[in-house]
């Protein structure tokens, strides 16, 4: 798509990109799909994992359903407006690229991965309203840094509701946890617990055997008396 495309309805399926996206949107194209439904494509070579739609430009995707593909769903290197769209069993259902930013209205559907690719602090989740207690989003990273931004508020303001939906990947949890900072969700080194540190540096040292032999010695003669 280089130009302007309005989809209304209509089903994208069983279609196979051989190294390359099933949807490609140019930078100046602008695609709005309204409840239709991306189904059972197919974007993996060789178990190299590649996008079902890669959009460089703007894309809007409205009350769609995006089910079982084999790859990316979505691959975002522009801007995405997802409104009421829903993710489920997709090899993983979004993929920011340098520059793609993803807004957010409602995270009813977005139950599948999100992949972060790229460092340049510009690819990110455009929070705009508050997220749904029961669906997390599942955080897998290729970019491992103190501050590393995954979300932002977006005309509204997270809370610490919104940052437990963030759930990391176990090999990213091992090290890693979330924080909520100037509205931003962010990856920051997990850090030992102050009180933990504590009970170890305190830790009494161990009696020689002597001295042990002693204070019981002094017990039993008090209980004499």
């Known amino acids: 798509i280089a130009g302007s495309f309005v989809m209304d309805g209509g089903t994208i399926r069983n279609n196979v990109g051989n190294k390359c996206p099933v949807i490609y949107l140019a930078p100046t194209s602008k695609w709005t799909y309204t409840g239709g439904n991306i189904i059972d494509n197919k974007s993996t070579v060789d178990n190299a994992v590649y996008s079902i739609v890669t959009s460089l430009g703007q894309a809007t995707l409205k009350t769609c359903e995006i089910i079982g593909n084999s790859g990316i769903a979505i691959l975002c290197g522009g801007s995405i407006n997802i409104d009421g769209a829903s993710f489920s069993q997709n090899t993983c ?71 437990k939906r963030f759930v990391l990947t176990s090999a990213l949890a091992k090290n890693w946890i979330v924080k909520l900072v100037d509205n931003t969700v962010v990856l920051s080194k997990e850090a030992h617990h102050p009180i933990s540190i504590l009970k170890r540096s305190f830790r009494q040292p161990s009696m020689h055997p002597k001295e042990q032999q002693v204070r019981r010695q002094q017990s039993l003669s008090l209980k004499k008396y």
């Open 93 to 163: 259902a979004l993929g920011l690229s340098s520059k793609g930013t993803v807004y957010v209205k409602n995270n009813r559907g977005l139950n599948d991965q999100v992949y972060y690719l790229s460092e340049s602090g510009t690819n990110y989740l455009a929070i705009q309203s508050s997220l749904v207690a029961d669906i997390n989003i599942n955080v897998v990273s290729t970019v491992v840094k103190e501050g590393f931004v995954l979300a932002k508020g977006s005309g509204y303001t997270l809370t610490e509701s919104d940052l």
